[in-house]
């Protein structure tokens, strides 16, 4: 089928009348009669061991219900398999400033928090490890027995001959970047209510019920089995609207579990919501990141070899560790031909909360080196940045040297389009004292080949149910988390069925109700859950087809379903006309007069069309029942290598983006103000423009925010940032104007040709950005964001000029960044009294643990 | 803390409450109005979600005692849409990608509700300098701004209503 009557239109997300009215329901709005209030109790030191925890004196407040503590479950979790290192509450350590310790039950937030200053615990404060390659270094203390040198995990790869490769290299580029850490910030504070109901036949509790904000509530159903080591098939995971997730909710996060511990103590439904604070503790974004970048080229600008050492800050858990060290090496093939690749990676572990997945998983940081270190060789060469990629594509299809197999690549054409839009020819290099132009590239995967639970299972299942009434219900377990999975998914149904938007109802994510599907992540839910719903559709239609068939006495292949309306090719125009027509009354008379009007059809024989309710009713007389099933598991051929790690970086398809960013720098302030930043992006096709269009500016604007202003400042392993004022995500007034350019490759494998479109523009702003400084100004930066303070510094070390040091007479111990921004206030006794629970304060208190 | 009764006025109808003096209005809204569409996104008034509008002035519902708006006029985002269908703004934004996760959504439907109101054609900088009062982590605001063009445009041809 070349034109389609829904997939490629740009429509209105089908929940966005829920968003735009306030009846939307997340989470947080929901509530049970007898709900209780749940609040954790965090630890205040980033290392101690917990000697002791009393929590008599809150279980006997008036209105506290349940008081728990790591005691209460002991089982161990963590979203990988080989990172089974978290426990609901802590056990015998906490790890980080916002760990968890105990969780109160209580019939109200006062009351809840009252009873958590009645919490005594004593801790044995221990070393603290807040540096990654200071943490590398040491041998006592370790925050997990079993990981030596506090190295989560660490891999070596070499692929092809890169020593040989570096020494044929003409030049040979060295550097180290640095990305610092950032979060997801997504705007709805993470939110879970628990509740359990009794069993009939023992009397005792029976089926848990779980609504929560996540990306991922088959996973979440998994491991809530295994910490209440309670029969999956008795945890029902539903999941309401989510508000933004960015990779901040596809794990398990401590709050989900909590919740159901304190519900099976409290033996009362508990509801848990962050505050905006303890989201900031939770965490799982992307680590401060240092790359050791090598690459040597040719004259004429080919790339012979790439060279890089990963040193990720991890935090305090493994979390998504594991695979995000290893998509930062993985991700290295695919964008470029790049012949011989040696990727040493280390996760380390730190006191700090831990860092997990977000968008753009694990190829943001290493990206933004990758694409400065080819900035810098093209001025060292004097080719053109664009045609210094250009010299470099892949030739597919093909498998690069580290086992990605690359089918459609619209990088090509993405270039192009940049280069065009923004008149880059032109313009580069002439724009005038301080304003540049800056080129950068990405790609991303479309769904990981391989699961995280190894298996040869399918990854998305969806069932489509239609009856008399002739609606379509899919039922599908992919997470709507905001990014127009339901939409995604209501188009494809109907797209294939010829039928309205407005027939396809989607029920998603409820694990009692929905087939698996295994989450809202690594991009993958349009190419697996979109191929899932593209093979049940037709499995229904084939029915219908057949049903109808019959009707019309004409062959199954002859018949067109097309505008609520099934009729024969061969008849032409003409009945697609009438077809039309009987659509727009055909609604009406299925509800109404459905019975009287089949009667007629009946007695009137065959003919060249059929209502699409007429078809359904055909269908069901015939089969019986009309329901249909698609699953999606990806192909051995996308599977990847067979070295060790070799599992993380496939993808049945690659995204690719080409940006340019428009800057300009005031040399006397260093501030960097981005005026327009072009960013086109092969999304295979495009099915849904305004959506597509929609995360392509969303992705570039997160880099953004990346690029130059977001960052986590920590102190002695305390955040000194965690608000939304101080963690400054780009407001209306700092947002650039974003031209997205949609570029349609049409992948072999995906659903109509699509491809991911939601995480692999980030990757590309901030390298982007940085080369468009370095065209404004000629500086090169090597470490982000991009702050007034880095960029001055710079400014002044190119023109040799003595430093100005801003942090004078500020307490000296305290992060650079933090003193940049004033973080004098504590210092000599200038400011407030710190917090007594302020490990700053450690020294000079005798006792904490807050009794007052 | 002994409850007091007040009388709020929410969306044009006026309810008699029973709440603390040192309850928010946000909360007053949420649990015991079941108005949930006004969102808590930070504790700190610094994202905008929960943006009411109280006697036709926007404020941060957050960091609003309940009790202080008795015998003003409460608008949240539940009493927007206009005769039971979608207002302008709430139509356009669903067509024009304006809302992703949504959770912002409300805040944004006060804010350029009460921007229209008192400037009906702004200008790009105005629309800016008024959406800089709440923040979206999905959109990066900019189809936010073609929402509202075609919101406008649609408010003035009067066709908002047909849908």
């Given at each position: 089928m070349s034109d389609f009557s829904i997939i490629g239109k740009p429509i209105a997300m089908v929940d966005a009348a829920g968003k735009t009215t306030g009846a939307g329901k997340y989470t947080d709005d929901l509530s049970v009669p007898g709900m209780l209030v749940g609040k954790i109790l965090h630890s205040p030191y980033p290392h101690a061991r917990i000697k002791r925890i009393d929590t008599r004196r809150a279980k006997v407040l008036d209105g506290v219900v349940a008081v728990v503590a790591g005691a209460d479950a002991p089982k161990t979790y963590g979203i990988l398999p080989v990172g089974h290192d978290e426990t609901a509450l802590a056990v015998d350590k906490v790890r980080y400033v916002g760990d968890n310790v105990a969780c109160v039950a209580a019939v109200d937030e006062p009351t809840a928090e009252k009873a958590l200053e009645l919490i005594d615990v004593d801790y044995e404060v221990l070393p603290a490890y807040f540096d990654p390659e200071e943490s590398m270094r040491t041998e006592t203390d370790l925050i997990h027995n079993g990981k030596p040198h506090n190295i989560e995990k660490d891999y070596h790869h070499v692929f092809g001959e890169p020593e040989k490769a570096f020494a044929e290299a003409d030049y040979v580029a060295e550097g180290r970047f640095i990305a610092n850490e950032v979060t997801h910030a997504a705007m709805e504070p993470h939110s879970t209510l628990a509740s359990f109901e009794l069993d009939s036949h023992t009397g005792n509790l029976g089926r848990l019920t779980v609504w929560s904000s996540t990306q991922v509530p088959y996973y979440l159903q998994h491991k809530l089995s295994l910490v209440l080591e309670m029969p999956m098939f008795q945890i029902r995971v539903i999941k309401p609207l989510v508000g933004g997730g960015f990779g901040g909710k596809s794990e398990v996060i401590p709050l989900e579990i909590i919740a159901a511990v304190a519900a099976r103590a409290a033996r009362a439904a508990v509801k848990i919501t962050y505050t905006r604070e303890e989201v900031f503790w939770a965490h799982r974004g992307r680590p401060r990141t240092i790359v050791d970048l090598k690459t040597g080229v040719k004259h004429d600008g080919r790339i012979t070899a790439v060279k890089a050492r990963v040193v990720q800050d991890g935090g305090a858990y493994c979390s998504y560790g594991v695979v995000t060290i290893l998509y930062s090496g993985a991700l290295l093939g695919a964008l470029y031909d790049i012949p011989n690749i040696q990727y040493d990676g280390y996760r380390v572990l730190t006191n700090k909360p831990a860092c997990g997945a977000m968008r753009g998983h694990g190829t943001v940081n290493v990206r933004f080196a990758f694409e400065s270190q080819l900035d810098e060789i093209s001025a060292k060469l004097g080719i053109d940045p664009a045609e210094m990629r250009r010299r470099n594509l892949l030739k597919p299809p093909c498998v690069t040297i580290n086992g990605l197999r690359v089918q459609s690549y619209g990088l090509p054409e993405c270039i192009e389009q940049v280069v065009g839009r923004s008149g880059w020819k032109q313009r580069k290099g002439k724009l005038g004292k301080g304003r540049g132009l800056g080129l950068g590239c990405s790609h991303y995967v479309s769904g990981a080949a391989n699961s995280i639970i190894r298996s040869d299972m399918p990854h998305s299942t969806v069932n489509i149910k239609i009856d008399r009434d002739g609606g379509v219900v899919v039922y599908t377990g992919a997470s709507e988390i905001g990014q127009g999975s339901d939409t995604m998914t209501a188009q494809i149904a109907a797209e294939v069925l010829g039928c309205s938007l407005s027939r396809v109802k989607v029920v998603a994510a409820d694990t009692d109700l929905t087939p698996i599907d295994i989450g809202s992540y690594s991009s993958r839910v349009t190419f697996m859950a979109g191929n899932a719903t593209l093979r049940a559709a037709e499995e229904v239609k084939k029915q219908i087809a057949s049903a109808a068939a019959r009707k019309m006495n004409c062959a199954v292949e002859d018949l067109v379903f097309r505008d609520d309306s099934v009729f024969q090719k061969s008849a032409g125009k003409n009945s697609r006309v009438t077809s039309i027509e009987a659509s727009a009354s055909g609604r009406v008379e299925g509800q109404i007069l459905r019975g009287s009007l089949q009667q007629k059809r009946k007695e009137e024989g065959s003919k060249a069309w059929m209502s699409f309710e007429e078809a359904v009713v055909a269908a069901i007389d015939f089969h019986g029942a009309l329901t249909g099933t698609g699953s999606y598991a990806p192909p051995p051929e996308a599977r990847g290598g067979k070295h060790k790690g070799a599992g993380v970086g496939p993808s049945p398809a690659y995204s690719y983006s080409a940006q340019v960013a428009e800057v300009s720098v005031d040399?006397?302030?260093?501030e960097v103000i981005v005026h327009k930043v072009w960013a086109s992006h092969d999304c295979g096709r495009a099915l849904n423009p305004v959506a597509v269009e929609g995360q392509i500016i969303g992705s570039v604007w997160m880099g953004l925010g990346q690029a130059l202003q977001e960052e986590m400042v920590w102190k002695d392993g305390m955040l000194m940032n965690p608000g939304l004022l101080e963690y400054r995500s780009p407001s209306a007034i700092e947002s650039p104007e974003i031209e997205p350019i949609i570029v349609e490759s049409i992948d072999p494998e995906g659903p109509f040709g699509a491809k991911e479109c939601s995480e692999g523009s980030l990757a590309a702003t901030i390298p982007a950005i940085a080369n468009a400084i370095y065209d404004a100004v000629g500086i090169r930066l090597h470490e982000a964001p991009f702050t007034p303070e880095r960029v001055l510094a710079a400014l002044r070390a190119k023109k040799n000029a003595k430093p100005i040091n801003m942090t004078e007479g500020i307490d000296p111990t305290a992060p650079t960044r933090f003193r940049e921004h004033g973080?004098?206030?504590?210092f000599r006794g200038k400011g407030p009294e710190r917090h007594p629970l302020d490990p700053a304060r450690r020294d000079t208190i005798v006792e904490a643990g807050g009794d007052d | 803390m002994k409850k007091e009764l007040i009388e709020l006025k929410v969306n044009g109808r006026t309810r008699e409450l029973a709440i603390?003096?040192?309850?928010l209005l946000l909360d007053v809204l949420r649990e015991d109005l079941q108005l949930t569409g006004s969102k808590r996104g930070c504790d700190d008034s610094s994202c905008g979600a929960c943006t009411v509008l109280v006697d036709g002035t926007p404020m941060l519902s957050c960091t609003l005692l309940a009790a202080s708006c008795e015998g003003q006029e409460v608008t949240t985002v539940e009493g927007i849409s206009e005769h039971g269908s979608l207002a302008a703004i709430q139509k356009a934004y669903g067509d024009w990608g304006g809302a992703q996760c949504g959770y912002c959504t409300p805040g944004f439907m006060i804010t350029v509700k009460h921007l229209l109101s008192v400037n009906p054609n702004p200008s790009e900088q105005e629309i800016r300098d008024a959406l800089s009062s709440n923040l979206c982590r999905c959109t990066g605001y900019s189809q936010m701004y073609e929402a509202i063009k075609a919101a406008i445009e649609a408010e003035q041809k009067g066709t908002a209503a047909a849908n």
């Open positions: 040399e006397d302030t260093g973080g004098s206030l504590w | 603390e003096p040192s309850k």
